[in-house]
């Protein structure tokens, strides 16, 4: 198939709401906000989760069944929810996903304050959790469009990709840490505020944030609409060869992720402390690819930019497949942080400004089952080959799959390719 996408998937721009073009610096404000105060509390919850599944059992099958709790709804629902963002409004949908989050915490706490938290309950608020995680996701990134002018969406995404990191990488687990010690009903029930709070925040958004309907009449059945969404991605070979790459990007962040623990401890020789300064690493990294992805596009362009998530999750995947030293290895680690967020921020811009409002929150969907599908599958692959081979031909497998990427994305991201799909051909 060529690039050009079907005439039911062209768009130059998705329009903003009324007045928006003059809010938008506001708008920017409340959307990075919201995503803040929104992901600190959801790294709270991802390290909290677990530990207190520590507290309740010693299998290390059901804790990690806890954990999975959180981002199995991706593969699960994501498809379906997106179909709601794009039926739906999606400020609403913010809302609703605040209120069963506010839920969720009400039931946690409740039972830690009263001494009664059990397993069960712990699996099934991380369902719910992670639900409400899908549904909040998918209906942020398809209600930026409304809210923010295309001129500045660049600069919106990265501030919103720069919060997602500071809260998750940094301030989540620490605040995480220091509430859970303090007391486990206290942690979950500041939670829940955070929750609130965000909820606060999204009545000071400025626009509609509904989809204008493509066309009138019943609306087509679930499944149909689901293909449509799909459709977005599997008729345009841009955006086709864009998620299919970032499927193998995100297998070895998934992969880096599940062995570095293990890793760092048993081969590396490292020290907790140590191992926390090396998450660090990737977390600073993220950051600083965030502030710098508008400098970066202008001076490399996008593609270049794009491509140095290539590069940079080679790199950390590679270097601790070659070396154990500490620096090579926190240098990758920072590499792949930065490269990843400038991918992120560059790709989320692209698909707001070409995919029509009618279908973004479907494409986000299928573009996000992709990445977070394929990280579990990642670290399942890295546990196989670890077990058989050990964990540094685990990492070197990996690091050789983000090397084949390297010729699709330079034969199909180019820059005629990327400038046509913006123009809708």
Do not use: C
């Amino acid at each position: 198939m060529g690039t050009s996408a079907p005439e039911h998937a062209r768009n130059t721009d998705p329009p903003a709401a009324p007045g928006v073009a003059g809010t938008g610096r506001r708008n920017t404000a409340v959307l990075v906000a919201f995503t803040g105060v929104t992901n600190l509390a959801d790294g709270v919850m991802k390290m909290a989760l677990p530990l207190l599944a520590a507290q309740l059992t010693s299998s290390p099958a059901q804790v990690t069944a806890v954990s999975l709790t959180l981002t199995l709804p991706w593969l699960l629902t994501a498809l379906h929810i997106g179909v709601l963002v794009d039926r739906y409004d999606r400020r609403g949908l913010l809302w609703l996903a605040m209120g069963v989050r506010l839920a969720a915490m009400g039931g946690l706490a409740g039972a830690g304050a009263s001494g009664t938290l059990t397993l069960p309950l712990l699996l099934v608020s991380g369902a719910v959790l992670g639900s409400a995680d899908v549904l909040a996701a998918t209906s942020a990134a398809a209600l930026v469009p409304a809210a923010v002018p295309a001129d500045r969406r660049e600069r919106a995404n990265s501030w919103m990709v720069a919060a997602e990191t500071v809260a998750q990488e940094f301030t989540g687990p620490a605040v995480g840490g220091l509430l859970l010690a303090a007391g486990t009903a206290l942690a979950l029930g500041v939670t829940g505020g955070a929750y609130a709070l965000s909820a606060l925040i999204l009545l000071l958004l400025i626009g509609r944030f509904r989809a204008t309907p493509a066309q009138t009449g019943p609306p087509p059945s679930v499944h149909v609409r689901i293909a449509e969404g799909l459709g977005v991605i599997w008729h345009s070979r841009l955006l086709r060869t864009l998620s299919l790459l970032v499927a193998v990007l995100s297998a070895a962040w998934g992969a880096w992720l599940a062995t570095m623990p293990l890793y760092a401890r048993d081969v590396m020789g490292l020290e907790p402390q140590q191992y926390g300064l090396l998450l660090s690493a990737l977390g600073i990294g993220g950051l600083l690819g965030a502030a710098s992805v508008g400098r970066a596009n202008r001076v490399l362009g996008p593609r270049w930019a794009m491509f140095a998530d290539l590069i940079g999750t080679a790199a950390m995947v590679a270097l601790p497949a070659l070396t154990v030293n500490f620096w090579a290895v926190a240098a990758g680690a920072f590499l792949g942080g930065a490269g990843g967020t400038l991918w992120a921020v560059n790709v989320r811009s692209l698909a707001q400004r070409v995919v029509p409002d009618h279908l973004l929150g479907r494409y986000s969907a299928a573009a996000r089952l992709f990445a977070f599908g394929a990280m579990p599958l990642g670290a399942a692959l890295a546990g196989v080959i670890g077990e058989l081979a050990g964990m540094r031909a685990a990492l070197a497998v990996l690091a050789a799959l983000v090397a084949v990427t390297v010729v699709p994305f330079l034969r199909i991201v180019t820059t005629s390719a990327l400038a046509r799909q913006r123009s809708g051909r």
